[in-house]
């Protein structure tokens, strides 16, 4: 069993910057591939970015319109994954969710990570609010 905590949300006006965590439980958090997704209100849940296991190379993953504000880290001597987000825009505003797939062997295709139904654990979420 794998639990996620995040923290580092928070209100941020526009143009602003704010950095995420997802602090993870496991003795092996090294070969998890690790992901963060948001939801707002009335939309459906949105990939955000991933960064790939030990076992796969670490390779990160971005939706092509947030590469290059959002930036996805992990820091495994620590069990934390971070999400540091750049000239945030309204738009931004939303609940961020972490998520963890621990079962990340190195065989995956690029697109699975891109998928919430890869990913078995989740956290509670921490809401980002982006002021115009």
């Known amino acids: 069993q794998v639990q996620l905590v995040e923290s580092g949300g928070g209100l941020v006006q526009a143009g602003g910057s704010l950095r995420l965590s997802c602090a993870a439980s496991?003795?092996?958090?090294?070969?998890?591939?690790m992901a963060w997704f948001r939801q707002a209100p009335g939309k459906e849940r949105e990939f955000v970015a991933a960064i790939a296991g030990s076992r796969s190379g670490g390779t990160r993953y971005y939706v092509e319109s947030m590469k290059g504000r959002f930036a996805i880290s992990r820091d495994n001597a620590k069990n934390t994954v971070y999400l540091q987000m750049n000239s945030l825009k309204p738009d931004d505003t939303a609940v961020y969710l972490c998520?963890?797939?621990?079962?990340?062997?190195?065989?995956?295709?690029?697109?699975?990570?891109?998928?919430?139904?890869?990913?078995?654990?989740w956290g509670q979420g921490t809401q980002v609010t982006v002021s115009s």
């Open positions: 496991g003795r092996t958090f090294s070969t998890y591939a």
């Open positions: 998520a963890a797939d621990a079962a990340d062997g190195g065989s995956s295709s690029s697109n699975s990570y891109f998928r919430s139904q890869r990913y078995g654990y």
